[in-house]
């Protein structure tokens, strides 16, 4: 059931009094400390898979194929590490593009539960058999097969 206008005036009313009051909870609820270490692990990350790579090709190099395993292992890891904060990152409470411009800096109210959900449009009442019967046919009529 959405909102009602007078209830989303509200929200977003508490929304610009909790900026106000408290930025710090503010600025962790939107999740920018929470961006900023995920790039922070993405960085180390990336440094890690460059060392990765320098102790792979030592270990080839002086043809120690322990030494190179545990590059391959630390390249691994790292990217693993990496991706894992990468993807964390876009999928974070900010990463919506509406919340930039927002008055309050990233806090954004569920346009009171009208936001489409990523629901497929409902089917007709035709069942599956009934469909495939009807492609069936006008293949046939086509002259398809």
């Known amino acids: 059931m959405p909102l009602s206008e007078e209830e989303l005036r509200l929200l977003e009313q508490m929304e610009r009094a909790l900026v106000e009051e408290d930025p710090k ?6 999740g920018t400390s929470l961006r900023r270490s995920a790039r922070r692990r993405a960085v180390v990350a990336g440094v890690c898979f460059a060392a990765g790579i320098a102790v792979l090709m ?13 590059g391959f292992v630390i390249m691994l890891a790292s990217a693993t590490i990496a991706v894992t904060a990468l993807r964390g990152q876009q999928s974070g409470p900010a990463a919506d593009p509406r919340a930039a411009g927002h008055p309050a800096h990233g806090f954004t109210v569920i346009d009171g539960g009208r936001r489409d959900r990523g629901r497929r449009p409902r089917r007709s009442s035709v069942s599956f058999m009934e469909r495939m019967e009807d492609r069936w046919r006008r293949r046939r009529d086509e002259g398809g097969f």
């Open 25 to 30: 909870l503010a600025s962790t609820l939107r």
């Open 58 to 70: 030592t270990g080839a190099i002086t043809e120690l194929w322990v030494v190179g395993i545990l």
